[in-house]
Structure formats: C-alpha cells, structure tokens
C-alpha cells in the first residue's frame, strides 16, 4: 500500500495538533517539520535510546537492554575501539552477498550476467588488483568495485557490531566527498579510499587524514591535483582544501582583508583565517603531487602506469611560499611544502571549531550550543598530535550533558530512515541497484554527489515535501516483492497472544524512541482491532492479521517520531 499525503493524514491524525509536521499550504512545496524538543522540550527517552539513535543507525532487537547492562560509557568505550575479529554477522553478512553484474558482448570481451560476491571487500583487494580494472574494456567492470562498496557499507550499517564507526565513515566520506562516478580510475580504486583513507582514519588523528586524502587516487583525480604542475598550479584541490576539509567558509576573510599582512594575528603568525592568497600559495605547494598513470614527465621520461602516488620534482614550484603567515623556505625536500600546509591547515584553531561543529551537526544538532562546541575544540586541539585524536573529541561529546538532553534536533536523512527501519525490524538485507536508486530519488547519492560540498548536513535540506512523501513510500517500497532488497517476518517476531492494544505497544516501542501522539496510537490500535475489542486478540483470518500488523508497522515507521533522531 503506498500512502498519500492526504491518506497518511487520515490515518495517524492531524499531525500538526500534536506539534510534529504542518503543511503551511495547499500549494505548498515544503513541510514545516518541528523536532521534538521543541514539541515537548521537558521530554527525553532513555539514554540508550537517544545512544543507539545517534552514535549508532537505531538499534536492532537487544541492543537497548545490552547498553542498558554496559551503561553508557562503557558502551562509548567500546565503539570507540572496534575490533573487526569481534563481528561474526557482520562478517558472514558480507560474505554471502552477491551483487549482481550484467552487460552485453562487446570488442573483445563476453557477456556477463551473474551474482558475483564481493570480492574487493571480502578479499581486500589491494591497488595491484584494482588498478588493472581501470583500463578494463566493459564499463560495469570499471564500476564494480564502488558498487561493491555500496553493497558493504549497507550491509555493515545494518548488522555491523561497530555501528558508531560506520556513521564516522558515512560522516567522513561526506566530509572529503568525492564523486566516485566521476572517473572511472576512482571507480576502479574506491575500495582504498573507503578502506584504507576513510576508515583506516575514522577515530585517528586529523592530520594524519588529511594527508592521505591528499595523496590518494580518489582525491587526486576528483579535483585536479594529479594534474597540477608549476605554471600556473591548479587551484582546486587547495581551495577546497581551506574550504570545505578544514578551516571551512566560516574562516575565510578575503570579505574583509587582501593582504595577508592584514590578517588579525598574521604578523604574530597565527592569523586568525585565511584570504585567497593563502589558497593560490597552497596550491603552488602541492604542484608535483601525482597519480602515476603513464604520463609523460618530459621527454621519454614517463611515470609508470600503476596508480601509485607519484612525486614528480620538475612539475613542481620550489620557490619560497607563504601560507598563513607560515614562511616556506625555497629549495625543500621533496613533499615538504606540501606537508607543511597539511599541518598548518589541520592544526589550526578555526579548523578544530568548524570540524567539531560539523561533528555536533551531524550527532548532535543543527544549532549545537557554541559553550560545546569550544570544548570539544580545546580537547582537539590539545589532541592534535594524538593518534586517537578524533576518538578523544567524540567521546567528549557523546559523553555531553547536552548529548543527553537534546534528542530530536535533528532528523534522518534517508540513508538512515532506511538502515534504522531494516535494524529495528530484524530484516534479512539483499543490496541491489534498485534500492540505491530509491535511495537516490530521495536525495541520498551514496559515492555519487556531484559538488565537492557534499550531501547537506542540516534538517530543512532533506524536508521538502516530495522527500517526506519519498520517505514514506520507502517503507513500503523496502517490504514489497519487486524491490527485492530485504526479506521481513514481522508477524513472527511478534509474540504470541498479544491483545490488539498490545500488539501496536510492541511495535512502537520495537521502532521509536519517543511515543507518538495519543491520537496516533488511538488510530494505530484502530486498524489493527477493526471490529474487536482492543484489549482481546485481534479477530479475523490469519491472513488478514499478518496484513494488519505489516501495515501498523508501517505506519509506525511514517511517524515524525520514527524520522526524529
């Protein structure tokens, strides 16, 4: 059953009156979706609840009572140090998918039409095995590989026993975003920017990020620097590096100043921003850093075709530099300039305030509270060298009185309306292209995000109202026989007996944090009794019970209350 707006309405009751979503207007092209604190600021679920719903993709049958046990530190603890020989389901999960891979013959190659495993994640393929794929004739087999990784980061999101991990990595792919679609040598080669760049550094140290992201196939390729030499040097990579990787738009002063000199700090040497000329000094700094691909250096000297990261000297400018207030001596070893402005950039205080608020944005709240966001600032700072440097910060924040007392700030994105509805109804996952085309028409371009901005962290983004009705038809969509992508007995883990009233209690408390309004429950306890009692077992065939429970847990899963996080 696919649900209108107007029939969902009908439904679970007059939204608005319960201070959850307005519909300004009859022509209206947005949704007004107010969080729950500001519904009912005085209410809170239980901390594992607003745990399990932030630090980690909604919890799966179990969970809350084991972080109850643990308490909540013990529980921050452990995600903090994940240990992938301790994730068995996760393990076998990803060891029986099959991802299917389909095109015709072509010059020099057969037709393919089969349910491969996973075998750049399963097997930890290395660049000397991924890289051959790049000049693979038939363009699936170029893609396979970030379609592999589509595949394990759904799996691993959904069963993983590292579920604070995998929202780090989802934060951090989408912080250094890269369009993986956009050349087919980063599509051949994702698995190392997701394994060895994003997750290998998703709790480590910032720096030590930063830098590999520079170094890596994806970014090189992604924007420019693979290509940049001196005369003049290519200014993307550099610029997004200020902007978007580290000290970000909120520090960028050129507004108000075009001379370093005039910087507040810079003569002190610690300016308090950066202008434009700290970004064109930046990019001479990184003239030289290459992907090998065969290129020609000069001459008959060429670069192997390998796909390693390649240093190339003669490309790149050695004359002096300065970049934020920083004096770069001429002359230098090789990579030198270019590490320097790594730490430059990367220690720099409006990097740790424009970090840490990104983080509070994303497990926290749009308007994380600046007393907060300083904190955390100091602790990165002071952490700057630690290998566990980000680990420190987030365990600073997710151990906040403000983590604890502001759930409902924010609001799922549909990746996460997805995983927390496969989690919370113990679903057996099968990821297909089609699911992460859904995914797609509801905003999520999972690898596949044209600007280098990224996928928007704030609520209002991802509320329009074709994304709240795309939201609700995915419930459906996701237990429907065509989609294919998950197998679900709602009916069986429902225990046995249960009286009407009952059977709605369990699933509400299965999938949401927060009740939902009194007259939603009224309406929920309605279709699920029809013309029995509420308080008896519900009448009618077995059949027609099975759909009365698969549509109350659907409409449970179309609440605001299920969207809140």
């Not at 994806?218 to 990787?245: C, I, K, Q, T, V």
């Not at 009952?502 to 029809?530: C, H, K, Y």
């Amino acid at each position: 059953m696919t649900f209108s707006r107007r029939r969902f309405l009908g439904a679970s009751a007059t939204m608005a009156g319960a201070g959850i979503v307005d519909f300004p207007g009859k022509h209206t092209s947005s949704i007004t979706f107010r969080t729950h604190s500001q519904a009912d600021p005085a209410a809170n679920p239980p901390i594992e609840l607003i745990a399990l719903n932030r630090m980690a993709y909604g919890p799966r049958p179990g969970d809350v009572a084991r972080v109850q046990q643990m308490g909540l530190t013990a529980y921050v603890d452990e995600q903090l140090n994940p240990n992938d020989a301790d994730d068995a389901l996760c393990a076998s999960k990803l060891a029986s998918a099959r991802l299917r891979i389909q095109y015709d013959a072509g010059m020099g190659y057969p037709a393919v039409d089969e349910m491969r495993p996973l075998r750049t994640i399963t097997e930890n393929w290395g660049l000397a095995q991924l890289w051959p794929l790049t000049k693979h004739p038939a363009y699936q087999e170029r893609i396979r590989p970030v379609e592999e990784v589509r595949a394990a980061t759904l799996i691993r999101a959904v069963y993983s026993k590292w579920q604070l991990r995998e929202v780090l990595v989802e934060f951090w792919h989408n912080h250094f975003n890269v369009d993986a679609y956009s050349d087919t040598r980063i599509s051949a080669t994702w698995p190392l920017y997701d394994r060895d760049v994003i997750r290998r550094h998703c709790l480590g140290n910032f720096r030590n990020m930063v830098r590999d992201v520079a170094k890596s196939i994806a970014m090189g390729f992604y924007l420019d620097n693979a290509f940049s030499r001196d005369g003049p040097a290519n200014e993307n990579y550099a610029r997004e590096l200020f902007e978007l990787h580290t000290l970000g738009q909120e520090n960028y002063l050129n507004h108000l100043y075009n001379r370093w000199r005039d910087v507040p700090g810079a003569l002190e040497g610690n300016p308090i921003g950066y202008i434009d000329q700290d970004v064109y000094e930046a990019a001479r700094a990184f003239t030289g850093w290459t992907i090998a691909y065969g290129q020609t250096i000069s001459g008959n000297l060429r670069l192997p075709d390998t796909g390693e990261f390649a240093y190339v000297d003669l490309w790149h400018d050695n004359a002096q530099k300065r970049v934020l207030a920083f004096e770069i001596d001429p002359n230098r070893p090789p990579l030198a300039d270019g590490e320097d402005v790594i730490r430059l950039v990367s220690q720099h205080p409006g990097t740790a305030r424009y970090i840490c608020r990104k983080l509070c944005r994303r497990l926290l709240a749009d308007d994380p509270p600046a007393s907060l966001v300083n904190t955390l600032a100091n602790v990165w700072l002071t952490n700057k060298d630690a290998p566990d440097q980000i680990a420190r910060t987030v365990r600073a924040l997710l151990l906040s009185d403000e983590f604890a007392s502001t759930f409902g700030r924010k609001v799922k994105r549909p990746f996460e309306v997805v995983v927390s509805f496969l989690r919370a109804t113990n679903a057996e996952v099968t990821p297909n292209r089609d699911l992460f085309w859904q995914l797609q028409e509801m905003g999520y371009r999972m690898f596949n995000w044209g600007p280098p901005t990224g996928h928007p962290e704030e609520s209002a983004a991802w509320l329009s109202t074709n994304g709240m009705l795309r939201r609700w038809n995915i419930i459906n969509q996701l237990q429907s026989t065509w989609l294919k992508a998950a197998t679900f007995d709602l009916p069986g883990q429902t225990p046995p007996g249960l009286t009407a009233r009952q059977i709605v209690e369990f699933w509400v408390g299965r999938l949401l944090a927060v009740p939902p309004p009194t007259s939603t429950m009224n309406r929920l306890i309605d279709l699920m009794r029809q013309n029995g009692s509420a308080d008896a077992p519900p009448t009618g065939s077995a059949d027609e019970i099975v759909d009365r429970i698969k549509s109350v847990v659907t409409l449970i899963a179309m609440t605001p209350e299920f969207q809140l996080r």
